[in-house]
């Protein structure tokens, strides 16, 4: 029997198996009240079998507050929050609060007044200086916490989970990088403990011994000069001592130089954080980040290196993940793919979270009346890209009979180049998901056949199409840029599709994501793999710093030029960081406000700041956008009746808003 769906406790609270929903910011509560948005988003997740779900952050109070988040501090919300619980009640799951101070991380412009912290040190996340705590202030944000645990018990919650991670207001206690006090909550370990313990201790008398308490703490800060597995022990083991019921283990800080939910972090990477913590308690603990599939989850449990399993953005990208597993169609489960371009960057722009692969997502409630069409229609669609393929499984799902014609002999379109670049392979997981999706549903998907509009205008004619779909995407552009006679130029797709030979002295023009993209998958060549550095480490054949050059540098030279300011400026901000950091890593020149004047057998002539100076190359690849494929489009459009076009054929786009568009225009038919 599966451990991940077997039933477990914690604490007195029984829950059906062993998958947590674990806290992710929404953004959907403007106001602070539980609305219908976040309701219906939740009871998706409940009815799509999930065992306990955090939801979270809850703010305690306003001063350490964040945008758009759920509010525990006046009894004004308890209504909401009764409704919220009962529809999770209603589909079997159990819910907890998280109680959620985040201290220095908190902006002055979203709360209105300063942030507070242990001491007055700069915060890297907000560029704020907080205020430093009073002994009178501490003893006021502890009842916070202890009137939010207590009115949460009220409401009907299951437990409570205390926020004492990711950077927030109790870790900073705990580390002595943002802790230097010289009272009793700073010095040693067991002093900055005190704050943490005491808010847990003020806690559990108030909610009584039976009450579920979890605490949520990091794994490993990962920030230099902070805590690491070791201290994360030592306070876990303390908060078991006073009482609390299980530990929620994540990974590092928000301004960690250590990703920690992006793309390239591998699936389970830090399964082994929560392994620690679990030699060391007796309690039950949760394995979080990065852990995307049953099968890996599944594995963790079988191992013993957690009692249960938390996952938040796979089940923001689908709900029915734990309904589909257990009944054993896993292939056709929507993948969290790490993008992070509907969670993580909208939030950090202040907008609500959704989802690049789950266009429902955030819009549950909004979308409760969109049933099966009353009539079906026979529809083709041309191009098995995202967009056709997300077009079609809709349409399909809602009583459509759709065929795909696709031109080459694969689906996908840009998604296998969108994954070629190193720690980018999730988006051939969501390709992967589509046509099993498409497939399941009895869509019929024709490889290799290239669509004209006479054959188009033939299968309407023949086959009785009502409608036909336009998903034939976009095709790079090349610049308006002089190319001296002879020299050949590569277009970067051909380079990530492995068509083009690339030489040693390598210039990329256009230092957007794909150029950027590029530039990474090329910087790859020549380092060392996996299997043999493996080797050499436990050999202890060479030392660490020969080992990190072999990793590090291949053998291109490689150069990315950018006219405007800026690389990578079109990558969001949750994953852009960690792309220039390994540009810098693999020695990778960059050159913005540089235009390219001239392409010649040699290399390239450029101009920077109104100076020109010849860059030698022995080949020169563009990465400067592309434009939409929509000839067919044209020449159809006043000739078909109901001819729909999405997706990159329409503007290129990124793959959320295709995704997105194809999803919108579909449940329109």
Same mark, same amino acid.
């Given at each position: 029997m599966s451990v991940l769906f077997s039933p477990a406790q914690i604490g007195t609270l029984q829950l059906r198996n062993r998958l947590v929903m674990t806290p992710m910011h929404l953004g959907y509560s403007p106001k602070g009240e539980v609305n219908d948005q976040l309701i219906e988003f939740y009871r998706a997740r409940a009815r799509g079998g999930v065992g306990l779900i955090v939801v979270g952050g809850c703010g305690i109070d306003r001063i350490g507050n964040a945008f758009g988040m759920t509010?525990?501090?006046?009894?004004?919300?308890?209504p909401g929050l009764r409704r919220l619980v009962d529809a999770v009640h209603a589909e079997g799951a159990k819910i907890v609060p998280q109680l959620y101070q985040a201290g220095r991380y908190a902006h002055s412009a979203m709360t209105g007044q300063p942030s507070v912290a242990p001491s007055p040190i700069p915060s890297r996340l907000t560029g704020q200086t907080p205020l430093e705590l009073t002994t009178e202030k501490i003893a006021e944000i502890i009842a916070s916490f202890v009137s939010a645990a207590k009115r949460a018990q009220t409401v009907g919650f299951d437990g409570v989970e205390i926020l004492a991670s990711a950077g927030?207001?109790?870790?900073?206690?705990?580390?002595?990088?943002?802790?230097?006090?010289?009272?009793?909550?700073?010095? *040693?370990?067991?002093?900055? #403990?005190?704050?943490?313990?005491?808010?847990?201790?003020?806690?559990?008398?108030?909610?009584?011994?039976?009450?579920?308490?979890? +605490?949520?703490?990091?794994?490993? *800060?990962?920030v230099p000069g902070s805590n690491t597995n070791t201290e994360s022990q030592a306070f876990c083991q303390g908060l078991e001592k006073i009482g609390v019921n299980a530990i929620n283990v994540t990974g590092g800080w928000h301004e960690t130089p250590v990703p920690q939910l992006t793309m390239n972090v591998p699936p389970g990477a830090y399964a082994y954080l929560a392994h620690g913590i679990k030699q060391a308690v007796s309690i039950p603990v949760i394995a979080c980040n990065r852990i995307n599939t049953p099968e890996l989850a599944e594995g963790i449990l079988q191992e013993g290196k957690a009692d249960f399993i938390g996952m938040a953005r796979p089940l923001l990208a689908d709900p029915e993940l734990l309904n589909k597993a257990m009944s054993g169609h896993s292939e056709i489960i929507r993948p969290c793919i790490g993008c992070n371009q509907g969670c993580l960057d909208y939030i950090f722009r202040m907008k609500p979270a959704c989802c690049l692969v789950n266009a429902e997502a955030g819009r549950e409630s909004e979308l409760a009346s969109i049933t099966q069409s009353a009539q079906t229609q026979q529809i083709l669609v041309i191009g098995a890209g995202a967009a056709g393929m997300e077009f079609a499984r809709v349409a399909t799902e809602r009583g459509h009979k759709v065929t795909i014609w696709e031109a080459s002999g694969q689906h996908g379109g840009q998604l296998a180049l969108a994954a070629a670049p190193p720690g980018r392979q999730d988006f051939l997981h969501l390709g992967t998901y589509l046509e099993n999706a498409c497939l399941e549903l009895g869509v019929t998907i024709r490889y290799n056949v290239k669509a004209t509009p006479e054959n188009i205008w033939s299968a309407v004619q023949e086959e009785k199409f009502n409608k036909v779909v336009i998903a034939t995407g976009s095709r790079p552009v090349t610049p308006p840029i002089q190319i001296e006679e002879g020299q050949e130029v590569i277009?970067?797709?051909?380079?990530?599709?492995?068509?083009?030979? +690339?030489? !040693?002295?390598?210039? $990329?023009?256009?230092?957007?994501?794909?150029?950027?993209?590029?530039?990474?998958?090329?910087? &790859?060549?020549?380092?060392? *793999?996996?299997?043999?550095?493996?080797?050499? #480490?436990?050999?202890?054949?060479?030392?660490?710093?020969?080992?990190?050059?072999?990793?590090?540098?291949?053998?291109?030279? $490689?150069?990315?030029?950018?006219?405007?300011?800026?690389?990578?400026?079109?990558?969001?901000?949750?994953?852009?960081?960690?792309?220039?950091? *390994?540009?810098?890593?693999?020695?990778?020149?960059? #050159?913005?406000?540089?235009?390219?004047?001239?392409?010649?057998?040699?290399? +390239?002539? +450029?101009?920077?700041?109104?100076?020109?100076?010849? %860059?030698?190359?022995?080949?020169?690849?563009?990465?400067?956008?592309?434009?939409?494929?929509? !000839?067919?489009? %044209?020449?159809?459009?006043?000739?078909? &009746?109901?001819?729909?076009?999405?997706?990159?054929?329409?503007?290129?786009?990124?793959?959320?808003?295709?995704?997105?568009?194809?999803?919108?225009?579909?449940?329109?038919?």
């Open positions: 509010q525990l501090d006046e009894d004004r919300y308890i927030y207001l109790i870790s900073q206690f705990l580390s002595p990088l943002t802790n230097q006090r010289t009272d009793r909550y700073g010095g *040693d370990l067991q002093a900055r #403990m005190t704050f943490g313990l005491e808010v847990v201790e003020a806690v559990r008398g108030a909610v009584g011994p039976d009450y579920p308490i979890i +605490v949520r703490v990091a794994g490993n *800060d990962f277009q970067a797709w051909d380079v990530l599709a492995g068509r083009s030979k +690339v030489g !040693e002295n390598v210039i $990329i023009v256009g230092g957007g994501a794909v150029g950027v993209e590029t530039a990474l998958y090329l910087a &790859e060549s020549g380092t060392m *793999d996996n299997n043999t550095l493996r080797f050499l #480490m436990l050999q202890h054949a060479e030392t660490e710093k020969e080992l990190y050059r072999l990793l590090t540098q291949g053998s291109k030279k $490689i150069t990315v030029l950018e006219m405007a300011k800026g690389i990578g400026r079109d990558i969001g901000p949750s994953t852009r960081w960690s792309m220039l950091a *390994d540009l810098k890593r693999h020695k990778v020149n960059c #050159m913005d406000e540089t235009k390219v004047l001239e392409v010649r057998s040699d290399g +390239v002539l +450029v101009e920077s700041a109104g100076t020109q100076k010849f %860059l030698p190359a022995d080949t020169v690849i563009f990465a400067v956008g592309s434009r939409s494929v929509n !000839e067919l489009y %044209l020449t159809l459009h006043d000739k078909l &009746e109901g001819l729909i076009i999405i997706g990159d054929a329409v503007n290129p786009r990124k793959a959320l808003d295709a995704i997105h568009d194809a999803y919108t225009q579909a449940i329109k038919v």
